[in-house]
């Protein structure tokens, strides 16, 4: 027998609100079981970038919050920092920019710690067994936490065709390096008419591949090994991932990553999409676009994989919304996604998955009230 997925609709009325439902979900999928006292229970969101108003309402949070020190565990919110730059690059402009968008200690009853350093740095290798990867490289502080719940936003995204729990397992736990090799070619881009000649990427850089020329950084592609550090240490765009690569081999990477996740964590972790203001971009981008559909609904579970793949099919019924710009494309779609990235095949990740032996399309959906 297959993986249970929760689903609630969004139809609510007095005393069963949209609160009352995410409770009873969250307690539906053993939350109490799953935390002992003293647990530290990371909490993983996605706070938005900034000038993004779609991100998940930080209520949702607090909630998890609540149970978790209910159940006498020491919950935190975490987030890893991002490989370009923008409000969420290191930790100190990625906690302002949380701070802003409502995940405080004041509202939520639990801090906000970037996972992966000041400087997206810390990380761990965690092996799995995949095509592109024999080992991933996670962010130390969320590999440390004893129980992992986490709250994925369910929407588009310009490169893997959609983003739920498995982007926000693998990119969102990656360290920059391993963001990086995800994006392979992992090798940066340099622009010499940018670089202000700080250093701090040589300072950085483990293999010799940069080195001041003049008053100018030099980048060595010969010796560069791919690592991503001088990405991070660059606060002068000089040095940038190279996104260019083949789309199916991107998302086959990200799905590894979650595998890596998946299996670090095992029986520790809960999974949770909002399935609501599907907007056709992730909450990365500093701008939010009017929805491409109705909102669906929340849905849970701890199998990721049946998770996603539940939440994409229900998401794809969807009644499309006239106001997006997308609306002609995706209206003669039966495929939601595809409307908005021809060029991207969205069930990919799952025959990869299936590909490396994980097996989760015998899932049984269960509608709660
Ligand atoms: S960190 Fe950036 S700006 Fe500083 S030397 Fe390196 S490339 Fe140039
Ligand atoms: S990616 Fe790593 S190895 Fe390559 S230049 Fe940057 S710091 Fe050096």
């Known amino acids: 027998m297959g993986s249970t997925v929760f689903f609630t609709t969004m139809a609510t009325r007095q005393g069963n609100s949209l609160e009352h439902k995410f409770i009873r979900m969250l307690r539906k999928t053993g939350i109490e079981g799953l935390i002992s006292p003293g647990d530290l229970v990371a909490i993983k969101v996605h706070v938005g970038e900034q000038q ?35 409000g969420r690059h290191n930790g100190v402009d990625h906690a302002v920019t949380a701070l802003h968008h ?23 290798n965690i092996a799995v067994k995949g095509r592109h990867f024999s080992s991933v490289k996670l962010a130390s502080g969320i590999l440390s936490a004893d129980k992992i719940i986490f709250l994925s936003h369910f929407k588009g995204h310009l490169e893997a065709g959609f983003g739920g729990s498995l982007k926000n397992m693998a ?13 392979s070619n992992a090798i940066p881009l340099f622009n010499e008419a940018k670089c202000t000649g700080c250093r701090q990427c040589v300072l950085v850089c483990p293999s010799g591949a940069l080195t001041m020329k003049g008053k100018k950084a030099s980048l060595d592609k010969e010796k560069c090994i791919g690592c991503g550090q001088c990405v991070a240490a660059c606060n002068y765009e000089a040095l940038t991932p190279d996104w260019g690569k083949h789309q199916e081999e991107f998302i086959e990477r990200v799905g590894e990553y979650a595998l890596g996740v998946y299996q670090h964590f095992a029986d520790r972790a809960i999974y949770f999409n909002f399935a609501t203001n599907i907007t056709p971009d992730c909450d990365c981008w500093p701008v939010n676009e009017p929805p491409l559909v109705e909102d669906v609904g929340f849905f849970a579970s701890t199998d990721p994989f049946a998770l996603d793949s539940a939440t994409l099919e229900k998401v794809n019924e ?6 997006s710009r997308f609306w002609e494309k995706t209206n ?34 269960e509608k709660l009230p």
Request: with cysteine; net charge neutral.
């Open 52 to 86: 993004n108003l779609g991100y998940l309402n930080q209520n949702y949070a607090r909630l998890v919050v609540e149970e978790v020190k209910k159940a006498g565990g020491k919950p935190f919110l975490t987030d890893t920092n991002t490989l370009y730059t923008g």
């Open 102 to 124: 409502g995940y405080s200690y004041t509202t939520t009853g639990a801090p906000f710690i970037p996972a992966d350093g000041i400087r997206g740095t810390e990380y761990t």
């Open 171 to 183: 990119m969102g736990c990656a360290s920059i390096a391993g963001k990086m090799e995800q994006h």
């Open 318 to 323: 969807a009644r499309r919304m006239t106001t």
């Open 332 to 365: 003669t779609n039966t495929r939601l996604f595809q409307g908005v990235y021809p060029h991207i095949n969205d069930t990919h990740v799952f025959t990869h998955l299936s590909e490396l032996g994980v097996h989760f399309d015998d899932y049984q959906l």
